[in-house]
């Protein structure tokens, strides 16, 4: 797998804003796709924003306008900048990486450890 480690959850009020960002093991930039979930305890997986090496991106209906996902290929880092926070937000939030071969080696699919983010007043 390729490991992934995720930081910048935290607590915030409502309104407020957050920047998660996901490191990368290897070199982002065969990577197709780069994505980030949200799951809570006993409910599936929610897809909430990927960034693929075409440039093409896909956002959650309730977080477009709010989240924006990008790449920083130098520093093998992703990040997910998350605007105006709410309740409804909050959960804890994974990178992933799906599976495939990069640089010539497979990798299973990588999720990051997980990164709390709280949205209360």
């Not at 979930?37 to 599936?44: I, V």
């Amino acid at each position: 797998q390729v490991q992934l480690v995720e930081s910048g959850g935290g607590l915030v009020q409502p309104g407020g804003s957050l920047r998660l960002s996901c490191a990368a093991s290897i070199s982002i930039d065969s990577i197709d796709a780069m994505n980030w979930y949200r799951q809570a305890p006993g409910l599936q997986r929610e897809l909430v924003a990927s960034d693929t090496s075409r440039g093409s991106t896909y956002y959650l209906g309730s977080v477009k306008g709010r989240f924006t996902i990008s790449r920083d290929n130098a520093k093998n880092t992703g990040y997910l900048q998350m605007n105006n926070l709410q309740p409804e937000d909050t959960t804890v939030y994974y990178c992933n990486v799906e599976a495939g071969y990069y640089g010539g080696r497979y990798y299973l699919p990588s999720w990051g450890q997980g990164t709390q983010v709280t949205v209360s007043s």
